[in-house]
């Protein structure tokens, strides 16, 4: 089975996914935000702390559960004098989620501008109760 990967990911927020506690990220990164918009709350997320562009078959991971997924536009106006200002929009999305387990991409797809980013993963022998 094939699964969204968000790529990218600090090794300091891994590290404390793994702890078992649901948590709240924002992600700004426009090739993590393309591949939310294919996923929805109650499935399972694969994330690493690999640029995608480097993320190949071996490459470590962990596995989440989206628990919520909100995508939004946010605008930013920046005045640099009373006479000229600069607005731009930024979009981001945030997503809750909670560890499930360790694993390893088999495969990956998604490399190309513009696709989400999925692979299929080495399935755990053991998995973390809770």
């Not at 404390?16 to 709240?24: D, I, S, V």
């Not at 499935?43 to 995608?52: D, G, L, R």
């Amino acid at each position: 089975m094939k699964y969204a990967a968000l790529t990218g990911i600090s090794p300091l927020v891994i590290a404390e996914l793994k702890t078992g506690k649901a948590r709240t990220l924002e992600l700004n990164s426009a090739h993590n935000i393309i591949t939310l918009t294919n996923t929805a709350p109650g499935e399972c997320i694969f994330m690493t702390s690999v640029n995608q562009e480097d993320l190949s078959p071996g490459d470590p991971g962990i596995m989440v559960d989206l628990l919520a997924l909100n995508i939004s536009m946010k605008r930013i106006v920046e005045f640099v004098n009373p006479t000229f200002f600069e607005e731009r929009e930024r979009m981001s999305a945030r997503i809750k989620v909670r560890f499930r387990g360790t694993t390893i991409a088999r495969s990956v797809e998604g490399h190309s501008w513009g696709e989400p980013t999925r692979v299929e993963v080495i399935r755990s022998a053991c998995y973390r109760a809770g």
